[in-house]
T-cell receptor, first 118, second 115 residues
Framework: AQKVTQAQTEISVVEKEDVTLDCVYE???????LFWYKQPPSGELVFLIR??????QNEISGRYSWNFQKSTSSFNFTITASQVVDSAVYFC???????????????FGGGTRVLVKP | DTGVSQDPRHKITKRGQNVTFRCDPI?????LYWYRQTLGQGPEFLTY????????KSRLLSDRFSAERPKGSFSTLEIQRTEQGDSAMYLCASSLGGGPNSPLHFGNGTRLTVT
C-alpha cells in the first residue's frame, strides 16, 4: 500500500526566509509519480510540481525547487524568499503507474501549514 | 478554461437527510475524480470516471454514496441517510487523460456539515 508522510504539521517564517517542506513516501512500485499541491484558504488545491520515479534530477522553477532522493524515499520542496501569499497548506502526493489507464488516483500526505508573516 | 466548478459551496443538513453535490469539470477533460477531505487531513480518493464510465471506487464509498456522470460531462455525488461522520469537504477534480502522471485540476469543494 502507498503512504505519504509529512512530518511537519505547521511552519512559521518571516517574509523572505526560505521554507523547506519534508515529504517521505512508501510504495512497492518501481514506477510512480510525485506531486506537490498548494491549498490556500479558498480551498482549491493548486498543482505546483510533478516528478516521475525515473528522474532524480532536482530542478528549480522560479522560487520553487525540489529535492527528490529515491534512496531515502524523500521528495522535499523548498520555497525561496517566501512571501505572504505563500501562506497555505502544502500537500505532497503519490500516484502509482501500475496501469496507465487507471487514472491519477493520488495518495496525499497530511499536509504542512505554512504561515509567512510580514 | 473556466476551471472546475462545484455547487453548492456549503451544505448544512440534518442527520438522515439526503444530499446531492454537483461538479462541472473543465470542458474537454475526460477524467473526473471525487475526493473527500476531513479537517486537518489530506484528501482521500473516493471514485473516478473516464467519460461516463465509473472505473474505480474506494472502500470509503459506502452503499449510501453514489456518483454519476451521465453524459460524460458534469457529475453528481449523492449521499443518502447522512451521518455525522460524513461531515467533510468534498472535492472534485478533472484531468485531460494522460494517466497517473496527469496533474489534477481541483474545484473549490463543497463543505458538508451534518448536524
Amino acid at each position: 500500500a502507498q503512504k505519504v508522510t509529512q512530518a511537519q504539521t505547521e511552519i512559521s517564517v518571516v517574509e523572505k526566509e526560505d521554507v523547506t517542506l519534508d515529504c517521505v513516501y512508501e510504495t512497492r512500485d518501481t514506477t510512480y509519480y510525485l506531486f506537490w499541491y498548494k491549498q490556500p484558504p479558498s480551498g482549491e488545491l493548486v498543482f505546483l510540481i510533478r516528478r516521475n520515479s525515473f528522474d532524480e534530477q532536482n530542478e528549480i522553477s522560479g522560487r520553487y525547487s525540489w529535492n527528490f532522493q529515491k534512496s531515502t524515499s524523500s521528495f522535499n520542496f523548498t520555497i525561496t524568499a517566501s512571501q505572504v501569499v505563500d501562506s497555505a497548506v502544502y500537500f505532497c502526493a503519490l500516484s502509482e503507474a501500475k496501469i496507465k489507464a487507471a487514472g491519477n488516483k493520488l495518495t496525499f500526505g497530511g499536509g504542512t501549514r505554512v504561515l509567512v508573516k510580514p | 478554461d473556466t476551471g472546475v466548478s462545484q455547487d453548492p459551496r456549503h451544505k448544512i443538513t440534518k442527520r438522515g437527510q439526503n444530499v446531492t453535490f454537483r461538479c462541472d469539470p473543465i470542458s474537454e477533460h475526460n477524467r473526473l475524480y471525487w475526493y473527500r477531505q476531513t479537517l486537518g487531513q489530506g484528501p482521500e480518493f473516493l471514485t473516478y470516471f473516464q467519460n461516463e464510465a465509473q472505473l474505480e471506487k474506494s472502500r470509503l464509498l459506502s452503499d449510501r454514496f453514489s456518483a454519476e456522470r451521465p453524459k460524460g460531462s458534469f457529475s453528481t455525488l449523492e449521499i443518502q441517510r447522512t451521518e455525522q461522520g460524513d461531515s467533510a469537504m468534498y472535492l472534485c477534480a478533472s484531468s485531460l487523460g494522460g494517466g497517473p502522471n496527469s496533474p489534477l485540476h481541483f474545484g473549490n469543494g463543497t463543505r458538508l456539515t451534518v448536524t
